[in-house]
């Protein structure tokens, strides 16, 4: 059984509170928050992902996922901590080298919250493996991060396997999360490469029925 974390990037406007209501009593098991700053991605989507944050956090109590597609992680960081999210992914490509995803790992950490790194389609899973010990999982992009309902890119499959098979080996206790694209179609192989945390956007908000979906996702 894999965690639906559902991204509310595509909300429509003026829908929020009622999608967010409904996402609730589906019973999501995160809000994916989809952050992004108009630098690392070309859409800004974060003043609205804070207010929304903010919105969630006090008509809900099902943690927040927190995806940073950000160039000034630390802001972001501090800015998403007051939302008090479960976990805050950030981007391996944002960070100059690698002092700075350390340093970012722990001052998320020391900050009482989960951390995740997350790797562009391009980035080979290799290059993260040093950095495995120390987070709580690993976002697999399976799409280019920047916008909702774009379609699945299929030689991602091999690269969570590759990373499930790794974490196996290490005997390491990590959430994969595959995030864009992923369907009734495209959940399948995602999670027999070993996906155990599937975000969707599109698939769930587009439904009739949040539940059903959801509980579709999972099975
Ligand atoms: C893309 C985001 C994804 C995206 C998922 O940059 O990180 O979370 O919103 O949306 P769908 O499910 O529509 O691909
Ligand atoms: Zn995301």
Known sequence: MVEISTSILSTKKG???????ALEKAKTDY????VMDGKF????TYQKMLEYSSYIKRISNLPLDVHLMVKDVKQAVDDFLAVEPNIITFHYEACKNKEEVLDLINYIKQNNCKVGISLKPNTKIEEIYEFLPYVHM???MTVEPGKGG???LKDMVEKIATLRK???SKELEIDIEADGGINLQTAEPVKQAGANILVAGTAILIAKDFGVIIEELRK
């Open 150 to 152: 774009q379609t699945l």
């Open 31 to 34: 809000f994916h928050i989809d």
């Open 138 to 140: 690993v976002l697999v």
């Open 41 to 44: 991605v070309e859409n800004d």
């Open 166 to 168: 790794y974490v196996e």
């Open 15 to 21: 829908k929020e509170s009622e999608t967010f209501f």
